[in-house]
């Protein structure tokens, strides 16, 4: 049901730092009977948190959270028929949010307009059937309130001798006050949100508090996380406390650099009182905390660290004998939790916090599996369709695209569609129909899907390669220089028509499952075209791929660009690569998603575990052996000395590249889906390495799926399984022959030799 507003959006005469809050007072309509129903729709211009009567309407934090405001302004609807008095105060904060603050690393804020502005409508149903309405009107007032200056990237600054709560009180009145005039409002954007709201998730206190070489307090929460602090303490009035936040330490001190430009400081002045602090309109991405300006010892029970995350139900678990593995899929769990704040970005601590499209196409499978992030995606992918359309057909580096707003420098490629990053239309919806088995999604995304390939289309040479133009290729091979992430050892046109090649056979899938005949054929028959352009322009008489790379390899073999011969004899080539690597990766964020698939289903699986349990620098296990609880964005985002990668671009919470777990869950838990949504599901693990034992689980919509195995040494594997209502799973294992199970707990025995 569509929502009609009678509502008008509103804006303070004056901006109050850039956090104003806004009032009115109403009472209960008479002569209608009880209350049968009362609803809050609010959203805003900004940042909003919305009080009645003294009271939160809800425990979400940063709504409406960040769309692509141009086209989609997401509102949200609130039970509050339990907060009504016959007398009644409604009152809206507001920050700087996405809306108005700092937006990549240009140093520019306000990119969507320089107006603060609450939208609110309170629909109060009746026994009778009336319908009491009140909303924002040039009738509110607006004042200051504690917060003098907020920012997203460069933090919160509260005075706690601003602070009160009279606001929400009724007959409130106060001379700083001042009235509010009509804002400009795109009606038609409104649309209510289809992902979940942020929230806070957990909290944490500090394992340490210690003087640095240079005389600075620092803090370590023991975990690299995505949140504010909240602070309890009691000093002499105007006192001010500075705390820095950061992810890593360097030389003995914080971390900065990596921040560039954001100052990710949140400022606190004290009252004299006992004041707590909680700065609800910025976040940082930190481990450590330095603290100035304390007033006496500083204790542990006076911080705590607050988790901000989109609200995501966790669903796949993961864990094995190896606890190096153990924790690397701990780091990724919390790069999705920390990245997933709204928007799904690179990274949530320097001046981006972007929603970069290359990172979710590649992650989106491990991130369907560890969460149910299904919502979440088609929010973010409405946005995509949006920019999308507006672009004419071409998919944007980052959705929400803020970039079209900003001055770039020279090197900055102009926008076009480009591999991986722009697939993200195609890849993201597929991965979700895989994940959940809704058609929906593909449904709703068709379009999209279509308008993007049709585009690439267009840019084809005359060979039919995807050849031309601007490519990211597979950025960040940990061979490229670390101020050149570009310059990959794989051929950019390889890597480019490859993933063409997937997109139009996902294309022709989807197009069959909609019942689009005639988009299937020409999908169908532009797949052909790009697989013989593909081999005949890069494949070599001798088997080898232009480039010679363990990307190309590995993305010829995953996406299936080749005939079984050549399959065989890339496989090999990758395994030589690897070798001769010395089990060492090198691969950026095309080939890593791919590369253990690629040995493992060319008969090197020995080779996949050697690459994946790797421990030297560069590979996944290298950042756990340096103390990471994130996954990097770069494979020595710390060096081996315990200095910062000298590049500057250096994230240490950035989940792309733990895109891997995708490879854990399947081949050593042994879940993968045969149907979309598990309605059939392949239980095949595929024991390797010094991995005794493995566990893993999936709530699906049909039921928990889980798998347990384990083996003495060389002995027998000995496989249990768990199989929910309505699902059958199909069992392959070494030294079994392949079986159907139905639901229940089942187990088997393989005496194979698994190291054979």
Same mark, same amino acid.
């Given at each position: 049901?569509?929502?009609?507003?009678?509502?008008?959006?509103?804006?303070?005469?004056?901006?109050?730092?850039?956090?104003?809050?806004?009032?009115?007072?109403?009472?209960?309509?008479?002569?209608?009977?009880?209350?049968?129903?009362?609803?809050?729709?609010?959203?805003?211009?900004?940042?909003?948190?919305?009080?009645?009567?003294?009271?939160?309407?809800?425990?979400?934090?940063?709504?409406?959270?960040?769309?692509?405001?141009?086209?989609?302004?997401?509102?949200?609807?609130?039970?509050?028929?339990?907060?009504?008095?016959?007398?009644?105060?409604?009152?809206?904060?507001?920050?700087?949010?996405?809306?108005?603050?700092?937006?990549?690393?240009?140093?520019?804020?306000?990119?969507?307009?320089?107006?603060?502005?609450?939208?609110?409508?309170?629909?109060?149903?009746?026994?009778?059937?009336?319908?009491?309405?009140?909303?924002?009107?040039?009738?509110?007032?607006?004042?200051?309130?504690?917060?003098?200056?907020?920012?997203?990237?460069?933090?919160?600054?509260?005075?706690?001798?601003?602070?009160?709560?009279?606001?929400?009180?009724?007959?409130?009145?106060?001379?700083?006050?001042?009235?509010?005039?009509?804002?400009?409002?795109?009606?038609?954007?409104?649309?209510?949100?289809?992902?979940?709201?942020?929230?806070?998730?957990?909290?944490?206190?500090?394992?340490?508090?210690?003087?640095?070489?240079?005389?600075?307090?620092?803090?370590?929460?023991?975990?690299?996380?995505?949140?504010?602090?909240?602070?309890?303490?009691?000093?002499?009035?105007?006192?001010?406390?500075?705390?820095?936040?950061?992810?890593?330490?360097?030389?003995?001190?914080?971390?900065?650099?990596?921040?560039?430009?954001?100052?990710?400081?949140?400022?606190?002045?004290?009252?004299?009182?006992?004041?707590?602090?909680?700065?609800?309109?910025?976040?940082?991405?930190?481990?450590?905390?330095?603290?100035?300006?304390?007033?006496?010892?500083?204790?542990?029970?006076?911080?705590?660290?607050?988790?901000?995350?989109?609200?995501?139900?966790?669903?796949?678990?993961?864990?094995?004998?190896?606890?190096?593995?153990?924790?690397?899929?701990?780091?990724?769990?919390?790069?999705?939790?920390?990245?997933?704040?709204?928007?799904?970005?690179?990274?949530?601590?320097?001046?981006?916090?972007?929603?970069?499209?290359?990172?979710?196409?590649?992650?989106?499978?491990?991130?369907?599996?560890?969460?149910?992030?299904?919502?979440?995606?088609?929010?973010?992918?409405?946005?995509?369709?949006?920019?999308?359309?507006?672009?004419?057909?071409?998919?944007?580096?980052?959705?929400?695209?803020?970039?079209?707003?900003?001055?770039?420098?020279?090197?900055?490629?102009?926008?076009?569609?480009?591999?991986?990053?722009?697939?993200?239309?195609?890849?993201?919806?597929?991965?979700?129909?895989?994940?959940?088995?809704?058609?929906?999604?593909?449904?709703?995304?068709?379009?999209?899907?279509?308008?993007?390939?049709?585009?690439?289309?267009?840019?084809?040479?005359?060979?039919?390669?995807?050849?031309?133009?601007?490519?990211?290729?597979?950025?960040?091979?940990?061979?490229?220089?670390?101020?050149?992430?570009?310059?990959?050892?794989?051929?950019?046109?390889?890597?480019?028509?490859?993933?063409?090649?997937?997109?139009?056979?996902?294309?022709?899938?989807?197009?069959?499952?909609?019942?689009?005949?005639?988009?299937?054929?020409?999908?169908?028959?532009?797949?052909?075209?790009?697989?013989?352009?593909?081999?005949?322009?890069?494949?070599?008489?001798?088997?080898?791929?232009?480039?010679?790379?363990?990307?190309?390899?590995?993305?010829?073999?995953?996406?299936?660009?080749?005939?079984?011969?050549?399959?065989?004899?890339?496989?090999?080539?990758?395994?030589?690569?690897?070798?001769?690597?010395?089990?060492? *990766?090198?691969?950026?964020?095309? $080939?890593?998603?791919? !590369? @253990?698939?690629?040995?493992?289903?060319? +008969?090197?699986? %020995?080779? #996949?575990?050697?690459?994946?349990?790797?421990?030297?620098?560069?590979?996944?296990?290298?950042?756990?052996?340096?103390?990471?609880?994130?996954?990097?964005?770069?494979?020595?985002?710390?060096?081996?000395?315990?200095?910062?990668?000298?590049?500057?671009?250096?994230?240490?919470?950035?989940?792309?590249?733990?895109?891997?777990?995708?490879?854990?869950?399947?081949?050593?838990?042994? *879940?993968?889906?045969?149907?979309? $949504?598990?309605?059939? !599901? @392949?239980?095949?693990?595929?024991?390797? +390495?010094?991995? %005794?034992? #493995?566990?893993?689980?999936?709530?699906?919509?049909?039921?928990?799926?889980?798998?347990?195995?384990?083996?003495?040494?060389?002995?027998?594997?000995?496989?249990?399984?768990?199989?929910?209502?309505?699902?059958?799973?199909?069992?392959?294992?070494?030294?079994?022959?392949?079986?159907?199970?139905?639901?229940?707990?089942?187990?088997?025995?393989?005496?194979?030799?698994?190291?054979?």
């Amino acid at each position: 049901m569509s929502l009609t507003w009678s509502a008008a959006p509103i804006a303070p005469n004056e901006d109050f730092d850039g956090a104003p809050l806004l009032r009115t007072e109403f009472g209960l309509e008479d002569g209608h009977g009880p209350i049968t129903r009362a609803t809050l729709h609010t959203t805003a211009h900004g940042a909003f948190e919305a009080y009645l009567n003294g009271q939160p309407v809800s425990d979400d934090v940063l709504s409406p959270g960040w769309s692509s405001y141009e086209w989609r302004l997401r509102y949200r609807s609130y039970d509050v028929t339990a907060l009504l008095e016959s007398t009644s105060v409604l009152g809206i904060a507001l920050g700087n949010g996405w809306f108005r603050g700092r937006l990549s690393w240009s140093g520019g804020s306000a990119y969507y307009g320089n107006e603060l502005a609450p939208l609110v409508q309170l629909e109060i149903e009746f026994s009778d059937g009336y319908v009491q309405t009140v909303v924002t009107d040039e009738n509110w007032t607006a004042g200051p309130s504690a917060v003098l200056f907020n920012d997203l990237y460069d933090g919160q600054t509260i005075d706690a001798r601003r602070y009160s709560d009279a606001w929400l009180e009724r007959g409130f009145s106060d001379k700083t006050w001042t009235g509010v005039h009509a804002a400009e409002l795109d009606f038609s954007t409104l649309t209510p949100y289809i992902g979940p709201p942020v929230r806070r998730q957990e909290e944490l206190r500090p394992i340490k508090i210690w003087t640095s070489p240079a005389g600075k307090t620092l803090v370590d929460f023991g975990q690299n996380l995505v949140g504010w602090l909240r602070v309890q303490v009691q000093g002499p009035a105007g006192t001010t406390v500075t705390l820095r936040h950061a992810e890593v330490l360097e030389r003995g001190e914080l971390g900065t650099r990596p921040l560039r430009s954001a100052k990710a400081t949140d400022r606190f002045i004290l009252s004299g009182s006992e004041d707590i602090f909680e700065p609800t309109f910025t976040f940082h991405g930190f481990r450590y905390v330095e603290v100035d300006g304390w007033p006496g010892a500083l204790s542990s029970d006076a911080l705590t660290a607050v988790v901000v995350s989109s609200e995501l139900q966790r669903v796949g678990k993961f864990e094995c004998s190896d606890e190096l593995l153990n924790q690397l899929h701990r780091n990724v769990v919390w790069g999705t939790r920390g990245n997933f704040l709204d928007v799904p970005t690179d990274c949530p601590q320097r001046d981006e916090r972007l929603g970069w499209t290359g990172d979710i196409a590649v992650f989106a499978p491990t991130a369907a599996y560890l969460f149910n992030v299904e919502d979440f995606l088609r929010d973010w992918l409405a946005d995509l369709t949006a920019e999308q359309r507006a672009a004419n057909g071409m998919v944007s580096f980052v959705v929400p695209d803020v970039l079209k707003y900003v001055e770039k420098p020279s090197y900055f490629p102009p926008p076009e569609s480009t591999a991986i990053w722009s697939d993200a239309a195609v890849w993201v919806p597929w991965a979700l129909w895989q994940a959940y088995g809704d058609l929906q999604v593909l449904s709703d995304q068709y379009d999209s899907m279509t308008a993007h390939v049709r585009r690439v289309e267009s840019l084809l040479s005359p060979t039919g390669l995807w050849d031309t133009g601007f490519q990211f290729g597979d950025w960040l091979d940990p061979t490229a220089p670390p101020d050149d992430p570009i310059s990959s050892k794989a051929d950019n046109g390889v890597v480019a028509t490859a993933c063409l090649y997937r997109d139009v056979r996902i294309l022709t899938e989807t197009a069959d499952l909609l019942g689009r005949s005639g988009d299937a054929a020409h999908f169908a028959e532009l797949a052909e075209r790009t697989k013989a352009a593909f081999n005949d322009h890069y494949v070599n008489d001798d088997g080898t791929i232009i480039s010679d790379a363990e990307t190309v390899y590995a993305l010829a073999i995953v996406f299936g660009l080749l005939d079984e011969e050549a399959t065989q004899l890339s496989g090999k080539r990758l395994a030589e690569l690897v070798a001769e690597s010395g089990y060492h *990766i090198q691969t950026g964020f095309a $080939g890593t998603p791919y !590369v @253990l698939d690629g040995l493992t289903t060319t +008969g090197h699986l %020995d080779e #996949a575990y050697r690459l994946l349990l790797q421990r030297e620098c560069p590979s996944w296990l290298y950042p756990v052996t340096m103390g990471a609880t994130t996954i990097w964005e770069r494979w020595d985002s710390m060096l081996p000395d315990g200095t910062i990668n000298p590049g500057q671009m250096t994230s240490f919470n950035h989940y792309a590249l733990g895109a891997v777990a995708d490879w854990m869950h399947r081949s050593i838990g042994g *879940i993968a889906p045969l149907e979309p $949504g598990y309605a059939r !599901v @392949l239980i095949a693990p595929r024991p390797g +390495g010094d991995i %005794d034992w #493995a566990r893993t689980s999936l709530e699906t919509r049909h039921g928990k799926i889980s798998v347990s195995w384990s083996r003495d040494g060389d002995g027998p594997v000995e496989l249990d399984v768990a199989v929910p209502d309505g699902v059958t799973a199909l069992v392959r294992l070494p030294g079994l022959q392949e079986q159907e199970l139905g639901s229940g707990q089942h187990h088997l025995s393989s005496a194979f030799d698994t190291t054979g």
